[in-house]
């Protein structure tokens, strides 16, 4: 894999452990700042701002969710690039379009929207339990 | 306004025109053929592949939606273009993600994804009835 793919794919792993882990500080430092940034949240509207994408972050991020990413796959575009994935809640799965742009050669989001499929995720098998 | 905005966001109406008039051959014009291309519609999982996001439209555009785009708003990303919008159909409204780039000097689409929002659309006044 591209040296480029590999790095893209990266901000896209910290973007779902920020969200996991709740880590507002790490979320922010993902997004971009020298170009307009929006959101848009599963069943909300979109959000358009710095301001107020954070804003709608530190809210989430109270409550993180168990979210996992899978499945993603990367299409570069020029100084941009979008990545598709999976994310899983539970037996939720949503599909997301993550975009990034290179500011200061690194990859930082500019946009983010997920919504619901009708797929049902797998549970991990239960741990075996000690008799 | 810029020509490279109003070129894009005549490219993103061209888009809602091709679904609204169920225009399947306008609609495969507007995507790209160069680059891989992918397709969330809502509540549906991830489509990608020219064939199956063609396909895809093939199916929405024999029953094709009253839709109409709201609120474009254009984010230049180089060879690519974001565009977010509200998409109305009736009092539904939807937010929308639509890619695009450059292809033989026209604006040509990779990606669109729309999902659910609580937003209710204002429904066009009654026409006055003649007694």
Known sequence: MSSERTSILAANAAFYSAIAKGDYRAMELLWARLRPVACIHPGWSAITGRNQVMASWRTILTRPPAIKCSDPKV???G????VLCR???GQTVLAATNIFVREAETWKLI???AGPTPEVAEEAPPRQRMH
């Open 87 to 89: 994310e899983i809640i």
């Open 79 to 82: 100084e941009a690039a979008m």
């Open 75 to 77: 299409f570069p575009l």
């Open 111 to 113: 946009h983010h929207q």
